[in-house]
């Protein structure tokens, strides 16, 4: 199978491997990810030493790598690979091609069968394989232990790592490079579907259409992907019913603390603890209008909580609320209207942040007019801006419209009326509007010079 994307992470690996010093590397990120699969790919033309952790007691794990490492070709004798500490100190001794390469991988299952195995290795490491031609790869898919329990500044590994690679979605323009075929809309609207993950994104086929995809590959309850979320939470998370209940009530629009307690009738100071989890997990974020002030976007009650991935946002939508249709066989209707919704209101809001991070990359390139110190949304009582950038002095405001008609001088008026008649953006020296459309705009409106407009070749860079 063909390996899309992450070339830059693959380049900065091949660095890491070319060096001439030790490597300690750390890569981490959510389950179906494509971990696995990328360092499978950054290891296809190297000798490599590559140990799969199972959830196994400790006695088994060891004997596993320990067999492991003489199938694998080791220089050393055998009868001293009694323990972990001699197991590891002695990866120097794997027979490898120049430098010695080690891959563990889901990590987490060596620590959790023995929790005193990161100390052993910071042992090992100081003493023995920092001074070794060896690069020594960790990875897991338990995010916050990695992050608090091995990488934590009060645990052993604790600055021993050169590299650490915290493995994120596919960006867009990678996800849709799964589906040559499609049109730019259609890419779009897969993206909206199923986010950057490239287990996802392999369950839906190039060669059939967006809604026959759905059909076959999310509304049968045998798939993978009609099982995928609940099945992520289990592995994740206790207590899957109501996290499935939180998720849910901002699948379906509660969006503020005590509008999710309201709907979820759980107790805000528990909801807080169970939607830290969510969003240790990327399932769900929390963010501020960049018109907050620093004291409003401390109190806790404030901000507005979203799901952050695509497919969960999908999934709770549409699918978790119709389980007893679809299971009994009911689908067909039920596609049919989730395909209208899709096309239209839910692609609008990932074609929001598709514009957001438009944005953020050209402030990135400094190619805005000001360099930006804030970018997200704006929104207050009454009224709601899809994109704000400013620097504390000038404003970029911005409307994206995911519709199949051009946009007109209505909306640029519309923009005009919220600026005029809203003191949260009141003060600035200057306003830059900006609109982007997936359709184009009118000649009256292309006609105007106080107004960037952005379209999808823009966007895109189609």
Not at 116 to 132: A, F, G, R, T, Y
Not at 143 to 153: A, Y
Not at 368 to 381: D, E, M, N, V, Y
Not at 430 to 453: P, Q
Request: hydrophobic content about 40%; overall charge neutral.
């Amino acid at each position: 199978m063909v390996f899309i994307g992450r070339q830059d992470e693959l380049a900065k690996f091949e660095k890491r491997y070319g060096s001439a010093d030790s490597e300690l590397v750390f890569l981490y990120g959510r389950r179906r990810i494509g971990k696995t699969e990328f360092l499978r790919r950054f290891a296809d033309d190297k000798k490599t030493f590559f140990f799969s952790a199972s959830e196994s007691h400790d006695n088994e794990q060891r004997e596993r790598f320990t067999q492991s490492m003489l199938s694998f070709g080791f220089d050393g004798d055998p009868a001293s690979l009694r323990g972990w500490e001699s197991i590891l100190r002695n990866l120097r001794k794997l027979r490898c091609d120049g430098k010695t390469l080690v891959i563990i991988d889901e990590f987490q299952y060596m620590f959790a069968g023995n929790r005193s195995i990161p100390s052993i290795l910071q042992n090992v490491w100081d003493e023995h394989l920092s001074k070794e031609n060896i690069m020594i790869v960790l990875c897991g898919s338990a995010m916050s232990f990695i992050e608090n329990e091995v990488l934590g500044s009060k645990n052993p590994l604790y600055g021993r790592a050169t590299a650490i690679f915290k493995m994120n979605e596919l960006p867009f323009g990678e996800a849709a490079m799964f589906f040559p075929e499609y049109t730019l809309n259609e890419k779009v609207t897969v993206y909206a579907i199923l986010g950057g993950i490239p287990f996802y994104l392999k369950q839906f086929s190039p060669r059939l259409s967006v809604e026959e995809n759905m059909r076959q590959n999310i509304f049968s309850s045998e798939t993978i992907l009609y099982n995928e979320a609940e099945f992520m939470l289990k592995q994740e998370l206790r207590e899957t019913a109501t996290y499935n209940t939180i998720i849910s009530a901002i699948a379906l629009g509660s969006t503020k603390l005590n509008e999710i307690s309201q709907r979820t009738m759980i107790e805000s100071s528990k909801l807080n603890v169970y939607l830290k989890n969510l969003t240790d997990l990327n399932i769900v974020t929390k963010e501020y209008s960049i018109s907050d002030t620093l004291k409003k976007s401390a109190n806790i009650r404030n901000g507005l909580y979203k799901i952050s991935d695509n497919f969960f946002r999908f999934w709770y939508r549409y699918v978790y609320p119709n389980r007893s249709d679809i299971e009994a066989g009911y689908a067909g209707p039920l596609v049919e209207e989730v395909v209208e919704s899709v096309s239209t209101e839910y692609t609008s809001l990932c074609f929001e942040e598709l514009c957001i991070e438009y944005i953020r990359k050209l402030n990135a390139l400094r190619k805005l007019p000001f360099t930006a110190k804030q970018i997200g949304r704006i929104w207050s009582k009454g009224f709601e801006i899809d994109i704000g950038a400013t620097d504390g002095r000038t404003i970029l405001l911005g409307e994206c419209k995911w519709s199949v008609s051009p946009v007109g001088i209505d909306t640029l008026n519309d923009m005009m009326d919220k600026i005029a008649l809203n003191k949260e953006l009141v003060g600035y020296k200057e306003y830059l509007i900006y609109l982007f459309s997936k359709s184009g705009f009118t000649k009256a409106l292309r006609d105007r010079d106080d107004v960037v407009l952005v379209g999808t070749d823009e966007i895109f860079g189609t």
